[in-house]
Nanobody
Framework: QVQLVESGGGLVQAGGSLRLSCAAS????????WGWYRQAPGKQRELVAR???????YYVDAVKGRFTISRDNAKNTVYLQMNSLKPEDTAVYYC?????????WGQGTQVTVSS
């Protein structure tokens, strides 16, 4: 089993930055690729970025050039650096494996960007 705890969210003005962290514990060796996801009010949860065990990254177009995903395997932690935030980035952010595993969803961390 894997437990995931997201942190680092908050309220920030448009143009600001936040760094999210996802601390993983348990059988993390079973996860090759990690992803950050978000769910805005009234919308479905969506993939934001992912990173493979080799460090290969992927970003959705909406965040390309603004967000950076990284991982520290020694600390079992995945990060999401978010710069130039926009009001449309407002959502609850989650980490999970990619593809997702239902049992791994944590509480997420709220990111609110004011205009």
């Amino acid at each position: 089993q894997v437990q995931l705890v997201e942190s680092g969210g908050g309220l920030v003005q448009a143009g600001g930055s936040l760094r999210l962290s996802c601390a993983a514990s348990g059988s993390t060796f079973s996860i090759n690729t990690w992803g950050w996801y978000r769910q805005a009010p009234g919308k479905q949860r969506e993939l934001v970025a992912r990173i493979s065990s080799r460090g290969v990254t992927y970003y959705v177009d909406a965040v390309k050039g603004r967000f950076t995903i990284s991982r520290d395997n020694a600390k079992n932690t995945v990060y999401l650096q978010m710069n130039s935030l926009k009001p449309e980035d407002t959502a609850v952010y989650y980490c999970n494996a990619f593809p997702t595993r239902e049992a791994y969803w944590g509480q997420g961390t709220q990111v609110t960007v004011s205009s």
